[in-house]
């Protein structure tokens, strides 16, 4: 339906560009890449920077400072983040379980990590992980207020958010990929990330500027969605009893009403047809 147009096979596409963008580094022909955090992979040195090589860099990923931010309006006393994880995704890994530990260790708040270790079995082993993450966040949290799951780009355990949401209790579900919030109940709570249409929209104007000849690709700084894309869905933020700032819901690009039906979608409200 329309509500779920916004999913696509886009990761696995990126996976590919990822590769392909790499295989070209050095190289002389011109390269316009959609990667996962050209930072954080140690590809560029900072995100107002250029590459200084043939490449330039356009990314989905979100900054994890601006992150932060993000995550501290949501809950300001956040005392947990439990990192939900395939550990076969040594991307994911990388890019950004490390990182979100190192982050919250930053800002005093403690991080566990909850990885699947065989994705063909990722629904029967988060299936014990969550509740395991439920139990030790009540520890530090008793009411689990300022608890949060942290749910990664790993595809074998973001397509298992039905049995994540099942056993997740009143702990709201932040997801980095918009894909991951849809109508219904099967829908992390909220999303905050580059969408695919805005990243490939930003990396074919790169591509037209290259192609110009107007700029040098090592000259252009990382191509960011800036602000990031949030998707909200209300059926699920009122399942958890989670509190959304204003702003959050302002801002949103994909918003999913309090049945779960689709309000909002690449920040245009949906108009209900005509009987």
Do not use: C
Not at 64 to 77: C, G, V
């Amino acid at each position: 339906g329309e509500a779920r147009s916004h999913r696509s096979d886009s990761r696995d596409w990126l996976h590919r560009t990822d590769l392909a963008t790499e295989h070209f580094r050095n190289e002389t022909v011109p390269v316009v890449g959609n990667t996962k955090d050209p930072v954080i992979l140690n590809q560029v040195a900072a995100y107002d920077q250029g590459s200084g090589t043939n490449i330039a860099y356009t990314t989905f990923s979100v900054p994890f400072k601006t992150l932060q931010t993000y995550l501290l309006q949501l809950k300001p006393d956040l005392e947990n983040i439990a990192i939900l994880y395939a550990e076969e995704n040594q991307s994911a890994v990388e890019t950004q379980v490390e990182p979100m530990v190192t982050l919250a260790r930053e800002l005093g708040i403690k991080a566990r990590r909850y990885g699947v270790q065989n994705r063909v079995n990722a629904r029967s082993e988060l299936a014990n992980l969550i509740p395991r993450a439920v139990a030790e966040m009540r520890q530090d949290d008793p009411d689990l207020k300022n608890s949060i799951f942290f749910l990664t780009g790993s595809v074998s355990v973001y397509r298992e958010i039905a049995t994540i949401n099942r056993f997740a209790d009143k702990i709201p579900v932040i997801a980095t990929l918009p894909d991951v919030v849809t109508e219904g109940d099967d829908s992390a709570t909220i999303s905050i990330g580059g969408h695919f249409r805005n990243t490939s929209y930003i990396t074919s104007l790169y591509a037209i500027r290259v192609l110009r000849g107007e700029i040098a690709p090592g000259d252009l700084p990382i191509g960011l969605v800036t602000p990031p894309d949030v998707a909200i869905n209300f059926r699920r933020v009122r399942a958890v009893d989670a509190q959304v700032p204003f702003t959050f819901f302002e801002a949103a690009s994909f918003v999913y009403d309090y049945d779960g039906e689709s309000v909002r979608t690449y920040g245009q409200n949906v108009m209900e047809s005509a009987a």
